[in-house]
């Protein structure tokens, strides 16, 4: 069983920052892109920011110069350091990995999501 597991959303003023975390778990073999998609109320979901196993970062526009995308390739772990947060960054946000893995008994190439975190930006 492969997941992904989010933490670190919450309730936060306008201007205010947070740090989410997504750790990788189960038998994994190479860990390729990882990145955060997000999901406003009554919206579709949308690319975030997304860095690959080399290290090459990019990112949504709105998020360009506030948020920073980085990666723990030890720890299977991607992480977004959210700056100045604004009320319409208020999203569920979701993480989310390609990557080989065991599934049963052979390695597959897979997209795996995790459950997703709730970031609120409100005074």
């Known amino acids: 069983q492969v997941e992904l597991v989010e933490s670190g959303g919450g309730l936060v003023q306008p201007g205010g920052s947070l740090r989410l975390s997504c750790a990788a778990s189960?038998?994994?073999?190479?860990?390729?892109?990882m990145g955060w998609y997000r999901q406003a109320p009554g919206k579709e979901r949308e690319l975030g920011a997304r860095?690959?196993?080399?290290?090459?970062?990019n990112y949504a526009d709105a998020l360009t110069g506030r948020f920073t995308i980085s990666r723990d390739n030890a720890k299977n772990t991607v992480y977004l350091q959210m700056n100045s947060l604004y009320p319409e960054d208020t999203s569920v946000y979701y993480c989310?990995?390609?990557?080989?893995?065991?599934?049963?008994?052979?390695?597959?190439?897979?997209?795996?999501w995790g459950q997703g975190t709730l970031v609120t930006v409100s005074s």
């Open positions: 189960g038998i994994i073999f190479s860990i390729n892109a």
């Open positions: 989310n990995a390609d990557l080989t893995a065991r599934v049963t008994c052979f390695y597959t190439t897979l997209e795996v």
């Open positions: 860095i690959s196993s080399g290290g090459t970062k």
